[in-house]
């Protein structure tokens, strides 16, 4: 599975932006599609997924009321809509596909083996 994400740019606190995310390979093997996010000097953590058939959804508390995660089946594309953002939102977003598995965990990073390159995002104050 390879994955393209985009959307990535600096914007001023309290606007919005969206990213996406392309799915392309072995798309039917994915069992959800999660976004996290690395700032500078800190670990990567995990920001929101979304499962890829029922469409169940899972935010980091740090962003729930604000981003809202999305999946186009047809397109293999997933979208992350972030609004009010803050400059504690600025990092490199990344974007993850995971595989069915006997446990689900979405906020766990080794759930997902395939990872695309990441997109920017400042936030300036």
């Known amino acids: 599975v390879q994955l393209q994400a985009s959307g990535g740019d600096l914007v001023q606190a309290g606007g919005s932006l969206k990213l996406s995310c392309a799915a392309s390979?072995?798309?039917?093997?994915?069992?959800?599609m999660g976004w996290f996010r690395q700032a500078p000097g800190k670990e990567r953590e995990f920001v929101s997924s979304i499962t890829w058939v029922s469409g169940n959804t899972y935010y980091a508390d740090s962003v729930k009321g604000r981003f809202t995660i999305s999946r186009d089946n047809a397109k293999n594309t997933v979208y992350l809509q972030m609004n009010s953002l803050k400059p504690e939102d600025t990092a490199v977003y990344y974007c993850a596909a995971a595989l069915p598995a006997s446990s689900w965990l979405p906020s766990l990073r080794s759930k997902y083996p395939y990872w695309g390159q990441g997109t920017e995002v400042t936030v300036s104050s």
């Open positions: 390979g072995r798309t039917f093997s994915v069992y959800a």
